[in-house]
């Protein structure tokens, strides 16, 4: 049976509890609360050597780092498929799967680590709009890769797993989509409304 290393707020780790869904995968949950630092203890370091979650054990392997998860399972469970066949349209999905993994997710963690971890009234205002500003930019430029397709690459794919997970988030970090990014906001109620993506809580 697969062991997902989770934790239920973890925007990570719903991307590897979406692509579970997504594939009508069986698995066993393993809570991991960061709250209280089981992330570091040794038994789970042992695991995941980032401390970190999630983590994923299956037949044998143990991976870590949510898109490499995403990727694994994916190719060991290859129904439905989550990347396009196509080498070129691949790339491009693991292209955008970067900007969801580093430029998007640098700047809504970074808004997390102010308004969620801050005590009220010490967020750094200046942070919160510096990450505004580079979140607003990856959304216009989603606004662009989207172009009239109903997903980033076609069909539904891990690219849009790296963006669909944070989604949640938007509203308790009074983020929000710019109004000229009127194909990111249908795409990102679109994704909301998946059977996988709400079965991934
Ligand atoms: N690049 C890693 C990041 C994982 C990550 O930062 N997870 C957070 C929860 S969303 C965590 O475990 N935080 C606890 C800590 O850093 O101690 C991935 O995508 O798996």
Redesign the pocket.
Known sequence: MIKLYD?PM????RKARIVLAEKGLQYEKVNID?TKGD??KPEYQAINP?????ALQDNGATV????IIMEYLNDKYPTPPLLPADPGQRARARVLMHLG?NAYDSALAAIVGEVFFKPKGQADQDVIAKAKQDLSACLERLERELGNNEYLVGAFSLADVCFATWAPLFGPLQVEVPGQCAKVSAWLNRLKERRGVKAAG
């Open positions: 934790f973890s925007p990570r780790a960061i992330q570091k980032y401390g970190k979650v999630p870590y780092e949510s898109s993994d």
